[in-house]
T-cell receptor, first 112, second 113 residues
Framework: QKEVEQNSGPLSVPEGAIASLNCTYS??????FFWYRQYSGKSPELIMS??SNGDKEDGRFTAQLNKASQYVSLLIRDSQPSDSATYLC????WGGGNKLTFGTGTQLKVEL | DADVTQTPRNRITKTGKRIMLECSQT?????MYWYRQDPGLGLRLIYYSFDVKDINKGEISDGYSVSRQAQAKFSLSLESAIPNQTALYFC????????????FGQGTRLTVV
C-alpha cells in the first residue's frame, strides 16, 4: 500500500465549477498535510497546508482534513483555465520517519 | 534570488559518466530532500537529510549518492549515469517547526544518452 494515494485523473471540470481533489494516506499518525500545484515542467508550488481536522479556506481554495478516515481533500471554487495543472498531495508522518512523502498527483483540466 | 537554487538547470550527459547536481538554500532549514519526477509517477524520494550528519535513503536510492556539505548545501551524484536516470530532479527543503512546508528548487532536467 502506498503511503499517499491520489487518483491520477485527468479530472475535467467546466470553467466556473467546483473541482474536488482527494487524497488518502496510510499512516494514522500523520500530522502535516499539504497541497501543491505543479505546472508541466515547473517546480511544485505550495497552495495549502492543514494540520488539524476540519476545513481551512484561502481564497478560492479549501482544504479538508479527516484524520479518522485518513483523507485530505482540496476544493477549488470558481475554477479557471489557469487552474489546469497537476495537484500533488503531501504528508509528513511520524511513522514515515518524519519525511515529506508525495502522492502521484491528480491532473486537473478546466475547460472553457 | 530564489530561496532554493539548483544547478545545473539542464544537463545532457553520456552513459557511464559521473554527474553531480547541486542544491543550496537560504531558508535556514535543516531538512533537505532530493526527488525524481517521471511522467505519471509523481515525486519519488531519492535521499533526504535532516541535518549535516544525517543522511537517509528514500524509495529509489540505487544508483545515486548524496553529500550534505553544510546546512545549506545538499548534492546528488550519479556515479555512472544510465539512460533510465533521465528525469526531472527536484531539491526541496523544509523546517521542523510549527510550519514544515517544503520549498522547491527550479528543477534540473537531466538527459542521459
Amino acid at each position: 500500500q502506498k503511503e499517499v494515494e491520489q487518483n491520477s485523473g485527468p479530472l475535467s471540470v467546466p470553467e466556473g465549477a467546483i473541482a474536488s481533489l482527494n487524497c488518502t494516506y496510510s499512516d494514522r499518525v500523520s500530522q502535516s498535510f499539504f497541497w501543491y500545484r505543479q505546472y508541466s515542467g515547473k517546480s511544485p508550488e505550495l497552495i495549502m497546508s492543514i494540520y488539524s481536522n476540519g476545513d481551512k479556506e484561502d481564497g478560492r481554495f479549501t482544504a479538508q482534513l479527516n484524520k479518522a478516515s485518513q483523507y485530505v481533500s482540496l476544493l477549488i471554487r470558481d475554477s479557471q483555465p489557469s487552474d489546469s495543472a497537476t495537484y500533488l498531495c503531501a504528508v509528513i508522518s511520524w511513522g514515515g520517519g518524519n519525511k515529506l512523502t508525495f502522492g502521484t498527483g491528480t491532473q486537473l483540466k478546466v475547460e472553457l | 534570488d530564489a530561496d532554493v537554487t539548483q544547478t545545473p538547470r539542464n544537463r545532457i550527459t553520456k552513459t557511464g559518466k559521473r554527474i553531480m547536481l547541486e542544491c543550496s538554500q537560504t531558508k535556514g532549514h535543516d531538512r533537505m530532500y532530493w526527488y525524481r519526477q517521471d511522467p505519471g509517477l509523481g515525486l519519488r524520494l531519492i535521499y533526504y537529510s535532516f541535518d549535516v550528519k544525517d543522511i537517509n535513503k528514500g524509495e529509489i536510492s540505487d544508483g545515486y549518492s548524496v553529500s550534505r556539505q553544510a546546512q545549506a548545501k545538499f548534492s546528488l551524484s550519479l556515479e555512472s549515469a544510465i539512460p533510465n536516470q533521465t528525469a526531472l530532479y527536484f531539491c526541496a527543503t523544509n523546517g521542523n517547526g510549527e510550519r514544515p512546508e517544503a520549498f522547491f528548487g527550479q528543477g534540473t532536467r537531466l538527459t542521459v544518452v
